[in-house]
Each structure stands twice: as C-alpha cells, then as structure tokens.
C-alpha cells in the first residue's frame, strides 16, 4: 500500500523560499501511469492545486503561483520535491503531497497527512 | 480556470437523515469530477470519482451523480463518522479546481 509522507520547515521567513519534500513509500515511484501533485490549504479554507509531475519531469503548474512553484523528482530517492519562491503570509498553509489514482484520471489517492508552513518573520 | 461552485455551504442534519450537496461546474466537464470528505486535521479522503463511481472501502450509502455541469453527492443515511467537510473536485482539465466545500454538522 503506497503511502506518502511530506516534509520540510515549518517556518519560513517573508521573501524566501518555501521547501518541502514527499517521500513515497509501499511502491515505486517511477512510471508514468502515475503522477505526482502538490495542494495546499490555508487554515480553515479550501483546497487549491499547486501542480503536478511525472517523473519523467514534466510539469504542470497552477498559474495563480505566477512562476513561483517549481517542483523536482528524484526516483533514486524515492521523493518528489516542491520550491515555492518569495513566499508571504498568504503562503500559509497546510501542504499536502499525493498521487494520480490513476492513469488517464485527475483525482488523487493516497494523501500524504499534510505538513504545516508558517510564512512569518 | 474552471470554478466549482457547492451549495450548501454548510448543512446540519441528524443521524439518519438523508442529505444531499450540489456541486456545479462552469463549464461542461463531463463525467470528471471527484468527491472528497475531509474532517479535522486529516487529509481529504476519495469517495467518489467519475462523478459516480465508489471508491474501494467507502461506504454504499455513499453516492455520485451527475454530468455535464452538475453533480449532487448523497448520503442515504447519516452516520455519526459521516460529519466532515465534503468537497467537489473537477478533473477535466488543468489548473484542478476545488469547491469551496460543504460543512456537514450534527443538529
């Protein structure tokens, strides 16, 4: 069973840059049946989509993030990576890690449990 | 981008009831939504996806339908785990859009 765990700072300061890590575990990462996502939600808000890679690189990202997002993978690791630049507060957020259900489809199963990220001075 | 829209925003219901939550999308997409529940301080769970197809371990008084711009989730008969926030998820095309989510509180 394919679990996913987030990890990272859980504070950052304003202008800098955000860094946070997916470890996958119960499977490979490899392959492109599947692909790998980024969503985030603010305290007792929705849900927003941040972007998606496939481990072979390719990238697709939300253009509300207005070129701050770039996201990596490293298949020897097992993780897939995200780097939010100049973050402020409207950062703040619980971030989630999670996978493509599967191919062809855009839900997303498993979850990793969240990280929390606080942009403050 | 697509916007999802949920109604209601919040609902109270007791155990046992039936409760329905609409989501409408703006524009057509036809079959590919997904439904999610969420409680607190936990990630948000699959339910449904394809607008009515039931996720493997959920619960058959759980149900999807709908297709083109909108979708209603139903839940037969409430049970006390069942209270959460419940979310709409389009997946027809990119940037993914969320709904802004349904509250489902005990009355």
């Known amino acids: 069973q394919v679990q996913l765990q987030e990890s990272g700072p859980g504070l950052v300061k304003p202008s800098q840059t955000l860094s946070l890590t997916c470890t996958v575990s119960?499977?490979?990462?490899?392959?492109?049946?599947?692909?790998w996502t980024w969503i985030r939600q603010p305290a007792g808000k929705g849900l927003e989509w941040i972007g998606r890679?496939?481990?072979?690189?390719?990238?697709n990202y939300n253009p509300s993030l207005r070129g701050r997002v770039t996201m990596s993978v490293d298949t020897s690791k097992n993780q897939f990576s995200l780097k939010l630049s100049s973050v402020t507060a409207a950062d703040t957020a619980v971030y989630y890690c999670?996978?493509?259900?599967?191919?062809?489809?855009?839900?997303?199963?498993?979850w990793g449990q969240g990280t929390l990220v606080t942009v403050s001075s | 981008d697509i916007q999802m829209t949920q109604s209601p925003s919040s609902v109270s219901a007791s155990v046992g009831d039936r409760v329905t939550i609409t989501c409408r999308a703006s524009?057509?997409?036809?079959?590919?939504l997904a439904w999610y529940q969420q409680k607190p301080g936990k990630a948000p769970k699959l339910l449904i996806y394809?607008?009515?197809s039931l996720q493997s371990g959920v619960p058959s008084r759980f149900s999807g339908s709908g297709s083109g711009t909108d979708f209603t989730l139903t839940i037969s008969s409430l049970q006390p785990e069942d209270f959460a926030t419940y979310y709409c998820?389009?997946?027809?095309?990119?940037?993914?859009?969320f709904g802004q989510g349904t509250r489902l509180e005990i009355k």
């Open positions: 998820q389009q997946a027809n095309s990119f940037p993914i859009t």
């Open positions: 119960g499977g490979s990462i490899s392959g492109d049946t599947y692909y």
């Open positions: 394809a607008a009515s």
């Open positions: 999670a996978r493509r259900y599967n191919s062809g489809q855009n839900w997303f199963d498993p």
């Open positions: 890679i496939y481990t072979s690189g390719s990238t």
């Open positions: 524009q057509a997409i036809s079959s590919w």
